[in-house]
């Protein structure tokens, strides 16, 4: 004989995330004195934090022997769980103690940062018969992302 079981008997399963985000970004643009130059620098800074919550899991150990004597002694789980019965735990009156037994909560946390600092240099070098010889220089360092 099979038994399938569904979380659902215990509650209902509840999705909860939250965001925080913050993105800075300064620059800077400028001329070099006496020539055709022109300079460019920036940096960047973002953070994201995310916190994930997800409820009305099965403690699977728990449904096993909900009535299993426990270090603090026996476990006082009025009525005991029926898993028979279609109601949720969380909706039938007196079945505070076995939802709260039961259920489980799983968290996540999540820290994301960026941090970038750029420049660049750009002119003319000399004249060529054909025109002027230009440059241009940039700096990217390399890029970080801590998890």
């Given at each position: 004989?099979?038994?399938?079981?569904?979380?659902?008997?215990?509650?209902?399963?509840?999705?909860?995330?939250?965001?925080?985000?913050?993105?800075?970004?300064?620059?800077?643009?400028?001329?070099?004195?006496?020539?055709?130059?022109?300079?460019?620098?920036?940096?960047?800074?973002?953070?994201?934090?995310?916190?994930?919550?997800?409820?009305?899991?099965?403690?699977?150990?728990?449904?096993?022997?909900?009535?299993?004597?426990?270090?603090?002694?026996?476990?006082?789980?009025?009525?005991?769980?029926?898993?028979?019965?279609?109601?949720?735990?969380?909706?039938t009156p007196g079945q505070e103690a076995c939802f709260n037994y039961l259920n489980r909560t799983l968290s996540e946390e999540t820290e994301l940062t960026?941090?970038?600092?750029?420049?660049?240099?750009?002119?003319?070098?000399?004249?060529?018969?054909?025109?002027?010889?230009?440059?241009?220089?940039?700096?990217?360092?390399?890029?970080?992302?801590?998890?």
């Amino acid at each position: 004989m099979n038994f399938t079981f569904s979380t659902s008997r215990i509650g209902r399963t509840a999705y909860g995330v939250d965001y925080d985000l913050m993105e800075t970004l300064v620059g800077l643009r400028g001329e070099v004195p006496g020539r055709d130059w022109t300079w460019d620098v920036y940096g960047s800074y973002g953070r994201t934090d995310a916190s994930e919550r997800t409820s009305g899991l099965g403690r699977c150990r728990g449904l096993e022997h909900p009535h299993q004597r426990g270090r603090r002694g026996r476990l006082d789980l009025p009525g005991g769980f029926n898993p028979f019965i279609p109601a949720a735990l969380e909706s039938t009156p007196g079945q505070e103690a076995c939802f709260n037994y039961l259920n489980r909560t799983l968290s996540e946390e999540t820290e994301l940062t960026q941090q970038i600092v750029e420049g660049s240099l750009q002119g003319s070098l000399l004249d060529l018969p054909a025109g002027r010889l230009r440059f241009a220089l940039s700096q990217l360092p390399p890029q970080h992302v801590r998890l």
